[in-house]
């Protein structure tokens, strides 16, 4: 079974800034994309970012200019840097691999880490 590992969630206040980690079992993101999404209270998990194997990169739009996505394909991990925050943010993150337009690949989610935004 695939575990996912995500971390670097918190508070923060509008405007800063958070780094979020997913370490991944086994080589799982060099065969696959890898994806985080993000679910806010109420509302549906959401596609957030995505980056290939090959490194090209997909955001969804209330994000672009503000998140950038990286892996370490060696270390299995996966980053999201997360700057100029909203507190439409507020949501809990969560990692996958994925493949297409953003499809999770496996139906075990982590335990995903909390970001809040707010002041």
């Known amino acids: 079974q695939v575990l996912f590992v995500e971390s670097g969630g918190g508070l923060v206040q509008p405007g800063g800034s958070l780094r979020l980690s997913c370490a991944a079992s086994?080589?799982?993101?060099?065969?696959?994309?890898m994806a985080w999404y993000r679910q806010a209270p109420g509302k549906q998990r959401e596609l957030v970012a995505a980056?290939?194997?090959?490194?090209?990169?997909h955001y969804t739009d209330s994000v672009k200019g503000r998140f950038t996505i990286s892996r370490d394909n060696a270390k299995n991990t996966g980053y999201l840097q997360m700057n100029s925050l909203k507190p439409e943010d507020t949501a809990v993150y969560y990692c996958?691999?994925?493949?297409?337009?953003?499809?999770?690949?496996?139906?075990?989610w982590g335990q995903g880490t909390q970001v809040t935004v707010s002041s």
């Open positions: 996958n691999a994925a493949i297409g337009d953003g499809t999770p690949v496996f139906g075990s």
């Open positions: 086994g080589s799982i993101f060099s065969r696959y994309s």
């Open positions: 980056i290939t194997s090959g490194g090209n990169t």
